[in-house]
């Protein structure tokens, strides 16, 4: 009974192609986001979604676009990856907006060669 | 700038030793702190803290917040070797989230 799933867990590919990164959770959650964690364990919060809607957007490339089907759901499409785009890549979920505990995904390891 | 600072970055102490790690912060519109254990996958929550002077504890862990010193502390007592993790505290603030970049804590058997 995963709770926040992603996948892949690994993703190995050559700069210049486009990746996708699923998230899906069945904690009936209505809010979702990824973060960036890099080498050094920084980890840094790239989008969030309330019920399909965005509300955090930070700076970040425009080669990165999620997308939000449902409210389970959150994908992040990558174009162009370069080798900076080498982390690893949470998606979490919580209650709601605001204060809320968030509860992480397994992670994606995406290595760009 | 918004910004959460931890430290130490790293502290490796003994088996039974009592450790306490550092969160400070600033931000505008603060409206939680959050405490995260990572270890080698995904980071798993400890606590949430809203007011000050109020101690959260689970186990051998506890923390509190000072929000007129802008600070939190992690307290952990006796210390196993299964607490050897990442430990990442996390402020919300309006619209924003941010982590600081975590004091890594290793425990020698």
């Known amino acids: 009974d995963t709770a926040v799933s992603q996948t892949p867990k690994y993703l190995v590919t050559q700069m210049g192609n486009d990746k996708s990164i699923k998230c899906e959770q069945n904690?009936?959650?209505?809010?979702m986001y990824w973060y960036k964690q890099d080498s050094k364990k920084f980890l840094k919060i790239m989008f969030s979604?309330?019920?399909?809607?965005?509300?955090i957007n930070e700076t970040v490339p425009n080669r990165f676009s999620p997308k939000s089907p449902d409210k389970a759901h959150l994908n992040l499409h990558i174009n162009s990856l370069e080798l900076g785009d080498s982390a690893v890549y949470f998606c979490a979920s919580s209650q709601g907006i605001g204060s809320y505990e968030q509860y992480f995904g397994p992670g994606t390891r995406l290595t760009v060669t | 700038e918004d910004k959460v600072v931890q430290s130490p970055l790293s502290l490796v102490v003994h088996e039974g030793d009592t450790v306490t790690l550092n969160c400070s912060y600033e931000v505008t519109n603060f409206r939680s702190l959050l405490w995260y254990k990572q270890e080698k996958k995904a980071p798993t929550f400890l606590f949430m803290l809203?007011?000050?002077?109020i101690e959260k504890k689970s186990g051998r862990l506890s923390s509190i917040l000072d929000k007129k010193e802008l600070f939190s502390i992690l307290n952990i007592t006796a210390t196993q070797t299964g607490d050897s993790a990442v430990y990442l505290c996390?402020?919300?603030?309006?619209?924003?989230?941010?982590f600081g970049k975590g004091t890594r804590l290793h425990i020698l058997p």
């Open positions: 904690l009936g959650h209505d809010t």
């Open positions: 996390a402020v919300y603030a309006e619209w924003k989230i941010i």
């Open positions: 809203t007011s000050s002077g």
């Open positions: 979604y309330n019920n399909k809607e965005l509300i």
